[in-house]
């Protein structure tokens, strides 16, 4: 051991005078006087001193000041200086992908090193860095999975946990475990980062904290609300059908209206007229036709305009719902006679899973005379800071699950932010010098806004979350939960060890199967998961690969402005006579790697309304499940694809594979008159979306169907579906039972009934045994 005593001890000088020699480059000096100048900066040494002095630290301070880039920084610097280079290992969480990568490269930059040097990141699929790397930025997720193998974190001197006033599933999971951890690790160091609001409560958590904040360098900034947009900008709000709506193909419906949340409803208890009498008619003619409910593109394009028009120079960043709102907007500003002018206007995108490569352009200052237009989510709340901005259009919604844990339902609404939020997105205005917000909402719904949005442990499924648990060896999963910040439903966790147990991951005692073993070593739903290991075994693992990539990451299908007709009639081409949603994703993907070999994807994804930068994620993917098939023993690399792809061109083959991946997830199709009707066991009656293959056919050659997705939007939505027989159901499915009246099988607790006689029964139940035995194996 003295010998590698001695290793560490020159590395930790080589670590320090290669710190010195890069602090004199010019490029470094030139950072560390912008460094200098964030407000975290005059915290440093008191943020030192109280790391060194405590276990846990909370550190709060306005977007922007500097935590995210310099807290981590300063531990480096300093653990570095005091030659203690070798031994100390940073490790700092953040929620999103592209947060991890954009700061880990921000701080390379800081430093005058390449990325992966000193800093590294790792994602999913993605990393840089080496064995020097001492500080690493990592998904939330990651440092998750790598529980499993360290679960004391023995590897880790320092943990920072960035965003935790966000709430995210991962993260209050995260606090749980560390809470519980710090006794068995005194030296580790716990650092967490929020922005300004609900320090406290974080503080209390672990045993009353200390707390530092950073005070904020920010400028003013002016409100605008939704009256004094209307009456600046003389857009008139017509009648609701001018307006975007969540599903723009279906007609507002009278259940619809009875669902309007209740800040909607609240506004339409006010008397315009006198509320808002100062302001012209037109304006309280527009208030009185505005609705919460919708979110209206035109006056957000009538916002921007106004500004590029009326004030002052500085870029504009624009908070919308999500991707479809934003690509919708980039179309809109891009034939808008004013805003189109490509030398004077510069339009970006900003959404959490975009391609990383155009992010530069977000950050940097564009040309003079050219206006930088940004259209976020909210993921430029608080991960992402552009620092020119200086006018915010707030659309004052996001788009939020939540779960209904008594129909088992997941939803997906937009929905009013919090005050928080409001607050947070508002000071993204004031950070170079005075701004505007343009909140394109009423005051009076701003007073009735939520304080803080609810976690979302409180709004999602569990099963991910409790495999997750089960794989740590965290005991009872409700015992667990119940010491989580805010602890979830029990109903919600009973459904998730329901469902565990029926894909056949928890035995009866709630104990991980061999099953479910593979299925935790797998970073995907259980049920994608549990697809990928029957396509290795039942030889048909190209497509099993293919759609789980798809269902893993997202649908490679994009949606153009007016042209859906077009984008259905190419899956429908591509799902041919297969009534799949999900054989189409696979022939597109299929079509897509054979124009590759052409050197022709480029045309081909245009013409078939496909991403590339999606299909070439799911390429990334592939490869990787295909190695932890590999890793768990379902696949063996050696024999090559084609030993496991015997049946990959059989199509009733892949969907049988797909039913026992997406199993209980199955909808009953039947006839009413001319029509076909969907029902499932949890809701009843339910309704193929649009974009599906299946949508508007009248018949099905098959009485069932399995999804992949089941959302509440403005309807109870069935998403990519395939139609399946009975057969794949009763070989492939969930556990059977025997039929009430003694003839025939059930299955999902009665609700699907087959007859069948004694000796089909006893086959189906040996097949099955066998199968399960390949699964356990
Ligand atoms: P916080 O975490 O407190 O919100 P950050 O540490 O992320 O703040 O950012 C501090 C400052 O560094 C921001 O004001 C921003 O201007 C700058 N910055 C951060 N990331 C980048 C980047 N990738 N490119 C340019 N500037 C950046
Ligand atoms: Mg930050």
Not at 518 to 531: A, E, Q, S, V, Y
Not at 683 to 688: D, F, L, P, Y
Request: aromatic share 8%; charged share 25%.
């Amino acid at each position: 051991t003295s010998e590698s005593d001695l290793e560490k001890e020159i590395f930790s000088v080589q670590l320090k005078e290669r710190q010195e020699k890069l602090k004199a480059s010019n490029n470094v000096k030139a950072m560390q006087s912008f460094r200098e100048k964030l407000p975290a900066f005059k915290m440093k040494a008191e943020f030192l001193k109280a790391v060194a002095e405590n276990q846990v630290l909370v550190v709060s301070g306005e977007t922007g000041c500097g935590k995210t880039t310099q807290l981590p920084q300063f531990i480096l610097e300093e653990e570095i200086s005091c030659l203690r280079g070798a031994d100390c290992n940073i490790i700092c969480t953040q929620p999103r992908r592209i947060s991890a990568i954009s700061v880990a490269a921000r701080i390379s930059s800081e430093r005058g090193e390449n990325l992966g040097e000193t800093v590294g990141y790792q994602i999913r699929l993605e990393s840089k860095g080496t064995v020097q790397t001492r500080l690493l930025f990592c998904t939330t997720g990651v440092l998750l999975r790598r529980l499993v193998e360290d679960p004391d974190l023995n590897c880790v001197s320092h943990l920072l946990v960035d965003e935790i006033h966000e709430r995210g599933m991962n993260e209050d999971f995260l606090l749980i475990i560390l809470r519980d951890l710090l006794p068995r690790r005194p030296d580790l160091r716990v650092i967490l980062m929020s922005a300004t609001i609900n320090a406290d409560l974080f503080s209390k958590y672990f045993g009353n904290a200390p707390t530092i904040h950073i005070p904020g360098l920010t400028f003013p900034v002016v409100d605008l609300f939704l009256e004094d947009v209307l009456e600046k900008t003389r857009y008139k709000i017509k009648s609701e059908s001018d307006s975007f709506q969540v599903n723009s193909r279906r007609r507002r419906s009278r259940e619809q209206d009875s669902k309007k949340d209740h800040l909607t409803a609240l506004y339409e208890g006010v008397d315009v007229d006198s509320n808002y009498k100062n302001y012209s008619t037109t304006t309280r003619a527009s208030l009185e036709a505005w609705s919460g409910a919708l979110l209206d593109l035109g006056l957000v394009e009538s916002t921007i305009e106004y500004i590029c028009r009326h004030e002052g120079d500085g870029a504009i960043l624009v908070f919308l719902t999500g991707w479809n709102d934003i690509s919708k907007l980039l179309d809109r500003i891009k034939v808008n006679k004013f805003l189109g002018d490509p030398s004077k206007f510069l339009a970006l995108p900003l959404h959490g899973s975009m391609p990383t490569v155009n992010q530069r352009e977000i950050f940097d200052r564009p040309p003079p005379n050219k206006r930088k237009i940004v259209l976020a989510t909210n993921i430029a709340e608080s991960s992402i800071t552009i620092d020119d901005v200086v006018y915010v259009v707030d659309c004052g919604k996001a788009k939020e699950t939540s779960y209904d844990a008594l129909n088992k339902l997941a939803c997906l609404l937009p929905s009013w932010i919090s005050k928080a939020s409001a607050h947070q997105r508002r000071g993204r205005a004031g950070r170079v010098q005075p701004g505007v917000c343009y909140k394109l909402y009423p005051r009076i719904i701003h007073d009735a806004m939520l304080q803080y949005q609810l976690p979302e442990i409180l709004r999602t499924p569990l099963q991910e979350l409790c495999l997750h648990i089960k794989s740590l060896q965290l005991g009872a999963v409700g015992s667990f939960l119940a010491k989580a910040l805010q602890p979830p439903d029990s109903l919600a966790v009973q459904n998730a060890i329901e469902l565990l147990k029926t894909i056949g991951a928890l035995d009866d005692m709630e104990e991980l199967t061999p099953l479910g073993h593979h299925l935790c070593t797998l970073p995907l739903d259980p049920n994608i998961g549990k697809m990928l290991l029957m396509g290795a075994i039942f030889q048909c693992l190209n497509p099993a690969l293919t759609i789980a990539a798809a269902l893993a990451h997202r649908n490679p299908f994009v949606l153009p402005i007016n042209m859906t007709e077009e984008v259905d009639a190419a899956k429908r081409s591509f799902a041919g006579d297969s009534c799949s949603d999900h054989i189409a994703l696979l022939k597109a993907f299929e079509g897509y790697k054979d124009a590759k070999r052409n050197r022709r994807e480029r045309d081909f994804c245009w013409e078939n309304f496909l991403s590339p930068i999606t299909l070439q994620m799911m390429e990334d993917m592939r490869n990787q499940f295909l190695d932890l098939l590999s890793d768990i023993g379902f696949v063996d690399k050696s024999k090559g694809p084609s030993a496991y792809n015997q049946y990959s061109h059989d199509l009733e083959m892949v969907c049988a594979v797909l039913c026992a991946g997406l199993y209980p997830n199955v909808v009953q199709c039947k006839r009413r008159g001319k029509r076909a009707v969907f029902y499932t066991k949890e809701v009843g009656q339910v309704t193929i979306h649009p974009s599906s293959v299946n949508a508007g056919k009248f018949t099905f050659p098959l009485p069932y169907m399995v999804y992949s997705e089941m959302v509440k939007t403005n309807n109870i939505f069935v998403y990519d579906s395939t139609n399946i027989s009975e057969y794949a159901l009763l070989l492939f499915g969930g556990s059977l039972t025997p039929s009430k009246t003694g003839e025939g099988i059930e299955m999902l607790g009665g609700y699907l009934h087959f007859s069948a006689s004694k000796s089909v029964v006893e086959l189906i139940r040996k097949l099955r045994g066998q199968l399960d035995k390949l699964l356990n194996k």
